[in-house]
């Protein structure tokens, strides 16, 4: 039968545990021969917060690069999508003006054509980034959830500016070819 060792547990409390590095540091330094000798093992909270804190912002950097190459792909293959069917969207819309659309209630389909074809992707990406965060804030130590909303209105921005080109672009070359402007 293995012998059980008695080890002595000895914890400290502070206030301010997770900003103040001073006292996680003053023990440290007063317990460094104990613990090179392999006598002690010093663990500290303020240590796995940072180092928590740390992991939390590598994962959300690479995860923010990801998700703003996803959505300049998706943008250019989108962009690229419409231009090549540029011309027989413009004979069908051509047709469509000839029954009577104006040109108010054709900017009008077109604005809601590409707000369909960017935002629908988008905002199911949106749902389950948010899936993702909510799941790994019941496992987490700190909170994503700040980083996760300005993250999102980041994203929101990101993708407001590239459908306001899309749009009035494509718009454009729509109008331009349809109106023989």
Avoid: H
């Avoid at 900003?19 to 104990?34: H, R, T, V, W, Y």
């Avoid at 500290?44 to 940072?50: P, Q």
């Avoid at 369909?116 to 987490?140: C, D, H, K, N, T």
């Amino acid at each position: 039968m293995p012998q059980l060792t008695k080890k002595v547990i000895t914890a400290f409390y502070y206030d301010n545990w997770d900003k103040n590095s001073e006292a996680p540091n003053n023990i440290f330094k007063a317990l460094q021969n104990s613990i090179d000798k392999g006598d002690i093992n010093v663990v500290s909270a303020y240590r796995y917060y940072r180092n928590t804190q740390i992991q939390n912002n590598l994962t959300l950097y690479i995860g923010s690069m990801l998700s703003f190459v996803f959505i300049l792909a998706v943008a250019s293959f989108i962009y690229s999508r419409l231009y090549s069917e540029l011309d027989t969207e413009c004979k069908k819309f051509k047709g469509i003006v000839k029954i009577g659309l104006s040109k108010k209630e054709l900017c009008v389909v077109l604005n809601r054509f590409t707000f369909l074809i960017l935002y629908i992707p988008f905002i199911v990406s949106i749902i389950y980034l948010w899936i993702g965060v909510l799941i790994l804030e019941q496992f987490s130590v700190i909170s994503n959830i700040p980083i996760a909303i300005s993250f999102t209105i980041m994203l929101f921005i990101l993708q407001t500016i590239i459908y306001l080109w899309i749009n009035n672009s494509y718009k454009k070359n729509i109008l331009n070819k349809v109106y023989n402007l």
